[in-house]
């Protein structure tokens, strides 16, 4: 369905897309011929970047808040009935009847993850479309990073949100071209499809083929496809790494350390220790690979804060390692705990694993299931605050035919304000209202 420009300032999922992106064009509008030029094109994508990185912060925090990496410490303020949005992602409080316009519905869309995510995937679509309108000998790999960035804005809604999420678009005219909501498998395969093009675009051992074969190894794993991933990314060089450099705020931010991270840590969110019993113990384990900073409360408690990051981190060679790993336990090989060792002998102060398998099983446990428990804690560990922490623990309920009550964690909520709620995503929000397609979640729990 096509909807006209003068319609454009009055939706909310995608007016980001249309809005003055480069801050030189009239709210609500996209001009083409500002971006049929090679300068402005190029000025479109350096955006995206900075985007991109600014909203994955983002969501890394709340998906992360979501799962098991962090918690609200904000114990004397929460009361049973009294929600807002951090209360709401830590104790996972996200009924379908938070679609509706009610005041929990108003704390959905201060969840600002599917916005933010929207944004990215219509302003990066938009920057590739202007990208490939110039015979410009950079441009293909430029248009290539966009894909990926719009493919993995398109992951991340998939990993978060319920299945039926809309992907809906925008064009160079500003008319909108409203989307079904999708199920979680047709949105993984949507960015699958933007993937395959940016490595059509690049040389095989270009830095954004290695991005795009990690962030498709990404999509196939949450598939079950495992074998696939595993052959996709094996060429990935050790020591490889797609960064982004840090952002910093604007001169006139009041934040003490004028970075967006110093911003972000202000939501009071702290690292997890055992959070609902089900969640790793990200503090007691005392692991290398957790760096945090300490910072104590007017009670005399000691509450740990991610430390900053000099840079954005996106993908990683250990990320194609840990696939390899999840391929060959998936196929009952024999490589699987080298692999881990292997990673772990390059930190000092990790010592080698062993087979679970080979000691007593817990109760109700099979030899494949602690050991699909110690790669995933790995996984954990490696991947801490890189936002694939809920996408994981998703997966061990869809894929690996877990229980939610035994991923996610349970149990009394603190300070006495109720329970850990049994959801595994957030409904979409009401800023879809406008859209006429949308009818809300086709499935939770998957």
Not at 319 to 328: C, F, N, Q, S, V
Request: hydrophobic share 40%; with cysteine.
């Amino acid at each position: 369905m096509k909807i006209a420009r003068s319609r454009c300032i009055a939706l909310v999922v995608l007016l980001a897309a249309c809005s003055d992106i480069t801050a030189k064009l009239p709210a609500g509008s996209v001009n083409p011929e500002y971006y049929k030029t090679p300068e402005a094109a190029y000025e479109m994508a350096q955006n995206v970047r900075y985007e991109f990185q600014y909203n994955l912060l983002d969501y890394m925090l709340e998906s992360g808040m979501f799962a098991d990496e962090f918690f609200d410490n904000r114990n004397s303020d929460k009361v049973v009935g009294n929600y807002d949005k951090l209360i709401i992602l830590d104790q996972r409080y996200t009924p379908d009847d938070g679609a509706v316009n009610t005041q929990l519905a108003t704390m959905f869309n201060e969840i600002t993850s599917y916005s933010k995510l929207q944004r990215v995937r219509a302003i990066a679509s938009l920057a590739n479309r202007a990208l490939a309108m110039h015979n410009i000998e950079s441009y293909p790999r430029l248009r290539a990073e966009m894909l990926v960035y719009e493919a993995l804005a398109t992951v991340m809604l998939a990993e978060l949100y319920c299945s039926g999420i809309p992907l809906s678009t925008v064009d160079f005219d500003g008319d909108y071209s409203y989307s079904i909501g999708l199920s979680t498998e047709q949105v993984y395969r949507k960015s699958e499809l933007l993937i395959d093009t940016a490595i059509s675009l690049v040389s095989s051992n270009d830095s954004i083929a290695f991005l795009s074969y990690l962030a498709k190894g990404r999509i196939l794993l949450a598939s079950g496809k495992y074998e696939e991933a595993a052959l996709l990314v094996k060429n990935i060089p050790d020591g490889f790494s797609f960064t982004l450099p840090r952002l910093r705020l604007p001169v006139r931010s009041t934040s003490p350390r004028g970075t967006l991270w110093a911003s972000l840590m202000a939501n009071k969110s702290f690292i997890a220790n055992h959070k609902g019993a089900n969640g790793m113990p990200y503090i007691e384990a005392n692991d290398p690979r957790i760096q945090y900073t300490a910072r104590w409360n007017a009670a005399g408690g000691e509450y740990y804060e991610p430390a900053e990051k000099l840079n954005l981190t996106v993908v990683t060679y250990l990320e194609a390692r840990l696939i390899e790993a999840e391929a060959d336990l998936a196929a009952e090989g024999s490589r699987w705990l080298n692999i881990l060792n292997d990673l772990r002998a390059t930190v000092p102060g990790l010592t080698p694993l062993e087979d679970p398998a080979l000691s007593p099983l817990p109760s109700g446990k099979s030899e494949r299931d602690v050991r699909v428990d110690l790669l995933f804690s790995e996984r954990a560990f490696w991947l801490f605050f890189s936002g694939r922490r809920q996408g994981d623990m998703r997966r061990l309920v869809r894929n690996y035919n877990r229980d939610i009550e035994n991923v996610y964690p349970v149990g009394d909520y603190p300070s006495g304000s109720g329970s850990y709620e049994p959801y595994m995503d957030i409904p979409v929000p009401t800023s879809e209202r406008f859209n006429p397609e949308h009818v809300g979640c086709s499935e939770r729990g998957r």
